[in-house]
């Protein structure tokens, strides 16, 4: 399984930018899928997370800017980032729990990570 994530770049403050994160492979099924970002000396964190029923979370730090969402058709999950702020600069990272075959435990998988800077 891979994870193909898309979509970084530079956006000025108060912009908005959609990341895009597809999954390829041989596997059963896509449970949660997430997007994770890390800023320069912080840890990961978790921005935003989808079921695949559709529920979604949302840290407080973006909450009513960013809005997660996926098509299940494509084995994709997106971040549609709006009000970007300075702050939110940092490498965003998605991850999808997927289960490979029937009776199998799901198996945690990070795409490769993309860079938004966000300028002042």
């Known amino acids: 399984v891979q994870l193909q994530a898309s979509g970084g770049g530079l956006v000025q403050a108060g912009g908005s930018h959609r990341l895009t994160c597809a999954a390829s492979?041989?596997?059963?099924?896509?449970?949660?899928m997430a997007w994770y970002r890390q800023a320069p000396g912080k840890h990961r964190e978790l921005v935003a997370g989808?079921?695949?029923?559709?529920?979604?979370f949302h840290a407080d730090s973006v909450k009513g800017r960013f809005t997660i969402s996926r098509d299940n058709s494509k084995n994709t999950v997106y971040l549609q980032m709006n009000s970007l702020k300075p702050e939110d600069t940092a490498v965003y990272f998605c991850?999808?729990?997927?289960?490979?075959?029937?009776?199998?435990?799901?198996?945690?998988?990070w795409g490769q990570g993309t860079l938004v800077t966000v300028s002042s």
């Open positions: 492979g041989s596997f059963l099924l896509i449970n949660d």
């Open positions: 991850h999808a729990d997927v289960e490979i075959d029937v009776g199998s435990h799901s198996d945690q998988f």
């Open positions: 989808i079921s695949s029923a559709g529920s979604t």
